[in-house]
């Protein structure tokens, strides 16, 4: 009986495990560094950033209308909040079979012609992705440096109108990050919005 | 001569009548679309003329509404923005799309995306199935494979019968 019980509680124990993962990291969650090729050919960590108070991850890429409405705002974010310690970190998550437009040479061209202030990284296995669960572009998460690593703060939009910057009447990125840096508890920590799906690669 | 003239109106007028206009509606009227217990089975399927995927997907709805019968419904809901429902339109009409489009403007995605199912994540596209009863309802996020719209569907009747 005792091991049945035992049994079963593993079970239950893994199969939730499990889900988790499937699900990516949640509010409060670690979130685990990576190892990502740069558009100028480096490779980006961000353990790298040995002064950095948190990181603004957004997965992103060249061609979903949503990303290319938010591209001056995410070079915003960065100029607003880089020299702050809480850089922008822009990850393409998109399979490049599946859609060809977001290749690596095309993350060039565009970070060329935006002149990104921030790195632009290519997921290629989209691993990273997968750790963390984003599921459409933007989708942003707002990481806090710590000692025990870098915990997820926020994970959601960039603000509530992607259709004009002048319409926003929440900045949800914004407010997370400013509670960060101002040691202060993330009040909206989660928020949904309308976006392209991630092209992942045939399996 | 004032004959041909009536005709040349009357088919004027036919021809756009049959054209479909796209009806821009606001959540609560998608609320109630969704959840009206009118003895259908519904598909609705979230989209934008903007969206690669949406559109490569299309016809599997087209070829779905065809051999609707009484019992189910399609419906369309476009995530283009309000001013753009005039592009909307143009794309029905050259699609020939049958089913019932509309164009949902409501650009503060937050407050209503958790109402419309709880495990979706805004991307699209998304196909919702709702039962019979307008209540039991179940999420596909992402495009569908070849076939996938149909397999899909009979799974969702299965499940709630």
Redesign the interface.
């Known amino acids: 009986m005792k091991n049945k019980v035992l049994l079963l509680s593993i079970l239950i124990m893994t199969s939730l495990s499990f889900s988790f993962t499937g699900d990516g990291v949640g509010i409060g969650d670690e979130a685990a560094d990576f190892s990502l090729k740069n558009v100028d050919g480096k490779t980006v960590s961000l353990k790298d950033y040995k002064k950095a108070k948190g990181f603004i991850v957004v997965f992103t890429c060249n061609t979903c209308p949503f990303s290319v409405m938010y591209e001056q705002r995410i070079i915003d974010l960065h100029n607003k909040y880089a020299s702050k310690g809480m850089p922008v970190i822009a990850i393409n998550p998109n399979d490049k079979i599946k859609s060809p437009g977001d290749s690596f040479d095309k993350m060039v061209d565009l970070a060329k012609e935006k002149n990104y202030p921030f790195p632009y990284l290519y997921d290629e296995t989209q691993t990273t992705t997968k750790a963390y669960g984003a599921t459409n572009t933007p989708h942003v998460y707002v990481l806090k440096k710590t000692k025990k690593g870098n915990v997820v703060q926020y994970i959601g939009a960039i603000d509530n109108n992607a259709k004009s910057s002048e319409g926003v009447s929440k900045r949800y990125v914004e407010d997370a990050v400013d509670a960060v840096l101002n040691g202060d508890k993330v009040k909206e920590t989660k928020t949904k919005a309308i976006g392209c799906t991630i092209k992942w690669a045939a399996s | 001569m004032k004959k041909n003239v009536t005709l040349l109106l009357l088919f004027l007028t036919i021809g756009i009548c049959s054209a479909q206009q796209v009806e821009v509606i606001k959540y609560d009227q998608l609320k109630s679309l969704m959840h009206a217990p009118n003895g259908k089975v519904k598909v609705i399927n979230f989209w934008a003329t903007?969206?690669?995927?949406c559109i490569k997907e299309m016809p599997q709805f087209v070829a779905l509404q065809e051999k609707a019968g009484a019992e189910l419904e399609i419906i369309l809901i476009s995530?283009d923005?309000a001013e753009k429902v005039d592009k909307v339109s143009h794309f029905v009409e050259r699609k020939g799309l049958k089913s019932k489009v509309y164009l949902l403007d409501e650009?503060?995605?937050?407050t209503w995306?958790?109402k419309v199912d709880k495990n979706?994540?805004?991307?699209?596209?998304a196909t919702i199935f709702v039962g019979k009863s307008g209540k039991n309802q179940l999420l596909h996020?992402?495009?569908f494979e070849e076939n996938g719209l149909n397999v899909a569907l009979n799974n969702f009747i299965k499940t709630i019968n």
């Open positions: 903007w969206c690669a995927p995530l923005f650009t503060d995605y937050n995306i958790d979706w994540s805004g991307a699209i596209p996020e992402g495009e």
